[in-house]
């Protein structure tokens, strides 16, 4: 959590980004009526998200990697992660592969969430990845320790 938030108890400052406008519209219903989160914009394009996120300089970003106008998702997602190391990333994923989700989450994501999981833990990803810890589900988490040790393994 910032140090700044923490002594003045700011809200968790969230921009969402996601190429469809209903994503949008429900991440923020979902969010609105959540005491110490504020929604403070939204952006379909990858050149809008990198503007918005520039000028607003949210506590948390949720992402959409298939962003239109983007040709890279994993290059904005580091960019991003470059220019705003105070902003924190949620991946928002369709189901996708694992090893995309993977490549991001090493890209500098601190965690995602499925579509299909929003109104369930949306409130609660953002809490917990705004305190500094990652929100991956469990069965994701044998894959990152599989990930892990294989490039321990390659290091020997």
Same mark, same amino acid.
């Given at each position: 959590?910032?140090?700044?938030?923490?002594?003045?108890?700011?809200?968790?400052?969230?921009?969402?980004?996601?190429?469809?406008?209903? #994503?949008?519209? !429900?991440?923020?219903?979902?969010?609105?009526?959540?005491?110490?989160?504020? #929604? $403070?914009?939204?952006? !379909?394009?990858?050149?809008? $998200?990198? !503007?918005?996120?520039?000028? +607003?300089?949210?506590?948390?970003?949720?992402?959409?990697?298939?962003?239109?106008?983007?040709?890279?998702?994993?290059?904005? +997602?580091?960019?991003?992660?470059?220019?705003?190391?105070?902003?924190? #990333?949620?991946?928002?994923?369709?189901?996708?592969?694992?090893?995309?989700?993977?490549?991001?989450?090493?890209?500098? !994501?601190?965690?995602?969430?499925?579509?299909?999981?929003?109104?369930?833990?949306?409130?609660?990803?953002?809490?917990?990845?705004?305190?500094?810890?990652?929100?991956?589900?469990?069965?994701?988490?044998?894959?990152?320790?599989?990930?892990?040790?294989?490039?321990?393994?390659?290091?020997?």
């Amino acid at each position: 959590m910032h140090q700044s938030e923490v002594a003045l108890k700011l809200p968790i400052t969230v921009l969402i980004a996601d190429g469809k406008a209903s #994503v949008r519209t !429900a991440c923020a219903k979902i969010l609105k009526p959540e005491k110490g989160i504020r #929604v $403070v914009g939204d952006a !379909a394009s990858g050149p809008a $998200v990198l !503007a918005a996120a520039m000028k +607003l300089k949210p506590s948390i970003l949720l992402l959409d990697l298939t962003l239109t106008n983007t040709k890279n998702g994993k290059s904005l +997602l580091t960019t991003i992660c470059g220019r705003l190391p105070h902003t924190t #990333v949620i991946l928002l994923t369709q189901p996708s592969s694992e090893r995309r989700i993977l490549e991001a989450l090493c890209c500098g !994501a601190r965690g995602y969430i499925a579509m299909k999981s929003l109104r369930m833990f949306l409130p609660k990803a953002v809490r917990v990845v705004h305190s500094g810890e990652a929100w991956v589900p469990r069965k994701m988490v044998a894959k990152i320790l599989d990930r892990l040790m294989s490039l321990t393994s390659q290091t020997r």
